[in-house]
């Protein structure tokens, strides 16, 4: 019989662990993993943590040591386009324009940052973070200190990067239009307890209020907010959710709603292309609905089960989303998914662990939440 080629678009967490997993589990064909970054496969919990404060060294984020790929012959094509996939031809089509035929595909595309559409957002300065490449350009802006810093958005990543402006001694302010950081995820109470957290450590913080525009002679200089508040800025970090990258399945006919829609065992609509990671809005069978999660362990996880289920294996992958996070010296864990209308509760009535080893830096404890 002729080699079987499975292509993995999407030289990311989830594709570099879906290839690792094909030939842990014996598939002798052709492997081909392409991505559009010009850097190996590498983990993102780093650009915002570690990396981004000059604790952790640029290899350390990497999945696999550079010569892993030779070694275990997976193809690795870095800084190549995948412009379209042909199912009827069972092609991918290249940038470089080669067509490559495919046995099966996986889909690991990812996300990309939602971006601010406000008068100067072109301006230079304003800093969106989701490559490595992001993440060194925003360390070199931060790591002087001194800098005003203005923070758009008070999710993980927002949280995240004004934790690491403030141990670099910069001044910095946040600005979230919901009544507290995290508000739409963690509701009021636990929100409460990082504004608590971030105010301690100087943060200013704005709540109720957007963006809406930014000043500035080719470099940002200011913010003005919803409210009309003009603060001086020398750096703006804008971390206000991401979009998944879908295009290439909405172009290929796939069904796609708030990411690639795949069953239980990551399979698309076409029974031959299936998807992992942040672009997937997976079935869950312990929680019988969809879900599409962004964190780092789902693509640890969710790139293995869908190279086993391309092999053919039995797979439902039911593992429940977790997410931790790092400010200052505390760390907060959570496993589970929270249903529509739930309640979260602060640290008086969350169950307080050391959080876990394999994890890097200082921490007070981490939140547990089934």
């Known amino acids: 019989m002729p080699e079987e080629t499975f292509v993995i678009v999407g030289a990311s967490l989830a594709g570099a662990k879906a290839a690792e997993t094909l030939r842990e589990e014996g598939f002798g064909g052709r492997v081909l ?140 302010t946040l600005i979230e239009p919901e009544p507290a950081p995290l508000h739409a995820v963690l509701g009021p109470e636990v929100g409460g307890v990082f504004a608590d957290l971030h105010r301690d450590h100087g943060v200013d913080l704005r709540f109720d209020q957007g963006v809406a525009g930014f000043w500035g002679a080719g470099q940002v200089s200011a913010v003005v907010t919803s409210g009309g508040a003009e603060i001086p800025a020398d750096v703006v970090v804008v971390g206000i959710g991401v979009r998944p990258n879908t295009r290439l399945a909405e172009d290929a006919g796939l069904e796609v709603s708030d990411g690639i829609l795949v069953d239980a065992s990551l399979r698309t609509s076409d029974p031959d292309v299936f998807a992992a990671g942040d672009v997937a809005a997976a079935y869950h069978p312990l929680l019988g609905r969809r879900i599409r999660v962004e964190h780092w362990a789902n693509a640890l996880n969710g790139g293995p089960a869908a190279a086993r289920a391309m092999l053919g294996r039995e797979v439902s992958y039911d593992r429940l989303p977790y997410f931790f996070s790092d400010q200052y010296d505390l760390g907060m864990e959570m496993s589970g998914a929270a249903a529509p209308g739930s309640t979260t509760r602060s640290s008086t009535g969350a169950t307080w662990r050391p959080a876990s080893s394999w994890r890097s830096g200082c921490r007070a404890g981490a939140w547990s939440r089934a």
Do not use: M
Not at 87 to 116: F, I, K, M, N
Not at 119 to 139: E, F, M, N, T, V
Not at 163 to 172: E, F, I, L, M, T
């Open 33 to 172: 993993l392409v991505g559009d970054e010009i850097e190996r496969p590498y983990e993102r919990p780093p650009l915002s943590k570690g990396f981004l404060l000059g604790k952790e060294p640029r290899d350390k984020a990497h999945v696999h040591e550079a010569d892993w790929y030779d070694k275990h012959d997976v193809e690795l094509r870095l800084g190549v386009e995948v412009t379209a996939v042909d199912r009827a031809a069972r092609q991918v089509h290249l940038a470089t324009r080669e067509r490559v035929g495919y046995d099966r595909l996986l889909l690991a595309t990812g996300a990309s940052p939602r971006r601010l559409e406000v008068p100067g957002s072109k301006l230079q300065g304003i800093h969106y973070l989701r490559s490595l490449g992001d993440s060194a350009k925003l360390r070199e802006a931060l790591a002087p200190g001194g800098r005003r810093v203005v923070v758009a958005g008070a999710g993980w990543i927002g949280l995240e990067t004004a934790a690491a402006a403030r141990s670099y001694g910069n001044d910095v």
